[in-house]
């Protein structure tokens, strides 16, 4: 059974940091690709963040610059660091794992998990 089970949200004021962490069960940690997306009140999901297992990054323009993604392989974790935070990074943030398949970046993935809030105040 996979489990993605996610921490690190919280709220924070307008240029201040966030790391996000996903820790990952029941699958093959190395072989799959992972990310992130998020999810605002009233908004389309976005695909923030994606990596492969080679360790290629992918990141929307929206936060390109601002974030990153990494894996440890040794703790089976999914990170995503989150600097110079603005108010539109609100949202629901879902740390996701899929087989890999073209485009990394996307929203639908296979297994996700329940999601964990960041809340990005003026």
């Known amino acids: 059974q996979v489990q993605l089970v996610e921490s690190g949200g919280g709220s924070v004021q307008a240029g201040g940091s966030l790391r996000l962490s996903c820790a990952a069960s029941?699958?093959?940690?190395?072989?799959?690709?992972m990310g992130w997306f998020r999810q605002a009140p009233g908004k389309e999901r976005e695909g923030v963040a994606a990596i492969v297992p080679g360790g290629t990054s992918y990141y929307a323009d929206s936060v390109k610059g601002r974030f990153t993604i990494s894996r440890d392989s040794a703790k089976r974790t999914l990170y995503l660091q989150m600097n110079s935070l603005k108010p539109e990074d609100t949202a629901v943030y879902y740390c996701?794992?899929?087989?890999?398949?073209?485009?990394?970046?996307?929203?639908?993935?296979?297994?996700r998990g329940q999601g964990t809030q960041v809340t990005v105040s003026p």
């Open positions: 029941g699958l093959s940690f190395n072989t799959v690709c």
């Open positions: 996701a794992a899929d087989f890999c398949s073209w485009p990394h970046l996307k929203t639908n993935y296979e297994y």
